[in-house]
């Protein structure tokens, strides 16, 4: 009890520190507005559809979410033959907006799902290896302090004794703080696969009247007014303007 009576008094301390010093600015939300007249409303949220006699999109803008756009997507196939749909292509430029000190304005891509994917994998590998490394590292320091204890009370060394009692209070202090950082850095990890693996729009080939729906992220450009989004699939090209709009929490 006394453990966690001490880890929770650092707790509050450390988090006294931060609030008295520290002020993290909230960040601002952007909307954008889609610039077209084939527009409709579902729950709050304007829809529109881009569409020609090969392929459909129908796009509405989701949030911003990390810096990033989110827009969700829905796009049908009318083609006899197969599309490629390949998010990863899609992309946006500034048509008007500030533009920072030497800065040369290119085409912004969405971001690539299966790389952010795999890097999600490479990040979750190392995490479970520093967790394993951790419980090693305090598996063998526990022994040692059982062994040290051991010969404290063999000799009668009392001095001893109370060292190796103080660091075994560390380590287990030390071991709880970290399974809370391991704790939240998986939920962390797991809540990110799940957005890019299931709801993040994929790489999939459609057939005749076949579709596909999900999420595509786009980096956010926070000084932008007008974007024009341009969605490449197959042999189509398909373009959408919107206003953005920036509000301070």
């Known amino acids: 009890m006394k453990i966690y009576k001490t880890i929770?008094?650092?707790?509050v301390l450390l988090s006294s520190l931060l609030l008295t010093n520290c002020f993290v600015p909230p960040a601002s939300i952007f909307k954008l507005k889609p610039q077209t007249n084939n527009l409709e409303w579902h729950k709050g949220k304007e829809i529109a559809t881009l569409t020609n006699d090969s392929v459909s999109i129908i796009i509405s803008f989701d949030r911003s979410l990390n810096d990033d756009y989110?827009?969700?997507?829905?796009?049908?196939?009318?083609l006899e033959k197969t599309l490629l749909v390949e998010p990863q292509k899609f992309s946006y430029k500034m048509i008007s907006g500030t533009i920072k000190q030497n800065e040369i304005l290119t085409t912004t891509s969405a971001r690539?799902?299966?790389?952010?994917?795999l890097d999600l994998q490479k990040a979750y590998a190392i995490h479970q290896s520093q967790v394993q490394t951790q419980t090693m590292f305090y598996s063998l320091g526990y022994f040692l302090q059982f062994a040290a204890q051991t010969?404290?009370?063999v000799t009668n060394d009392v001095e001893l004794s109370n060292r190796i009692d103080q660091q075994s209070q560390r380590t287990k202090e030390n071991e709880l703080i970290d399974a809370v950082k391991n704790q939240?850095?998986?939920e962390f990890l797991a809540n990110s696969y799940y957005i890019w693996e299931i709801l993040?729009?994929?790489k999939t080939t459609l057939r005749k009247n076949e579709s596909i729906s999900g999420k595509v992220f786009f980096p956010v450009k926070e000084k932008a007014k007008k974007l024009e989004f341009t969605f490449p699939i197959g042999e189509n090209e398909l373009k959408i303007f919107f206003n953005q709009e920036v509000f301070l929490p």
């Open 8 to 11: 929770f008094l650092n707790i």
């Open 151 to 153: 010969k404290a009370l």
């Open 70 to 78: 989110l827009f969700d997507l829905d796009i049908i196939n009318y």
């Open 184 to 186: 939240m850095i998986g």
């Open 200 to 202: 993040a729009l994929r």
């Open 112 to 117: 690539d799902p299966e790389k952010v994917i």
